[in-house]
């Protein structure tokens, strides 16, 4: 299985140096050919050179006792050449919850990634300074309630300020949020920029239409792909993902990785 890569660019007038912040943002690995598509996976986002790889969920596949071995190697591969930041999808978060099915994989996945460099983004943050600029990366867990079948729910205005607390109005905010269902949630709490995947793109995409449905069996949904410019000044990117899980099938729907150039804004 291939992939495509989707290129977006944000300017900023709170972005000053001239060479701004490239990042590669991948998203729901799940199932892929791992011999092949983790090789080119790499040397594609070596091309790009970024500043930073930020995973944003679902790289691994709790649905029964899958082996975490094929993210584990991408991941771990990637932070021998750049920095890696990890935010959790409802996989990973699943692994961490149901102990009776997976026992200690989820702290064990987290450990093996941890011990080769990447860094861990439960709830967390990691600060990116170049010159005078400050990007903070954030990753944040969603819980269960808010992945419910065939409907979006409602998040409670408190909820991102509760679990990432206040964000500095000094730094730029990249806020990796596994679910697109949120995005005024998202950019109300402070996100200049949302990154985002769960829906695979939409699993098949009609002519006109769009994405067909979610893996929470949503039909078009709204935001399955692509670039939202939102109320207010957010920006969220939605990523197609790498892989499949369940419904094996991509139709019209390439894989994709997903580069950010974030740059200054010319006055």
């Not at 991408?74 to 102990?99: I, K, Q």
């Amino acid at each position: 299985m291939g992939f495509e890569i989707a290129e977006y660019e944000i300017r900023s007038l709170r972005i000053t140096e001239a060479e701004g912040f490239t990042f590669v943002f991948l998203s729901d690995l799940h199932i892929c050919n791992p011999k092949d598509q983790n090789r080119k996976i790499r040397e594609a986002i070596r091309r790009f050179r970024p500043d930073a790889v930020l995973s944003g969920g679902d790289m691994v596949l709790a649905k029964g006792r899958h082996s975490t071995n094929v993210p584990e190697e991408l991941l771990t591969g990637l932070a021998e050449d750049f920095p890696v930041y990890v935010a959790n999808g409802n996989h990973e978060l699943r692994m961490e919850e149901e102990r009776e099915v997976y026992k200690n994989q989820a702290e064990e996945y987290r450990k093996r990634l941890e011990s080769a460099g990447c860094t861990i983004l439960n709830n967390r943050s990691a600060l990116l300074v170049k010159g005078a600029d400050r990007v903070r990366i954030w990753g944040l867990d969603i819980p269960r309630h808010y992945y419910p079948k065939f409907r979006r729910a409602s998040m409670e205005p408190s909820f991102l300020r509760d679990s990432l607390g206040e964000p500095s109005k000094e730094e730029y905010h990249i806020l990796m949020a596994h679910s697109p269902n949120y995005p005024e949630a998202y950019a109300a709490w402070g996100a200049d920029v949302i990154l985002a995947g769960h829906f695979h793109g939409g699993t098949i995409r009609l002519p006109f239409l769009g994405a067909l449905m979610s893996p929470d069996f949503q039909l078009f949904p709204r935001y399955a792909h692509g670039r939202f410019d939102l109320a207010g000044g957010g920006v969220m990117l939605v990523s197609s993902g790498l892989g499949v899980h369940s419904v094996r099938l991509r139709i019209n729907n390439p894989p994709e990785l997903v580069v950010l150039r974030l740059g200054r804004e010319e006055l």
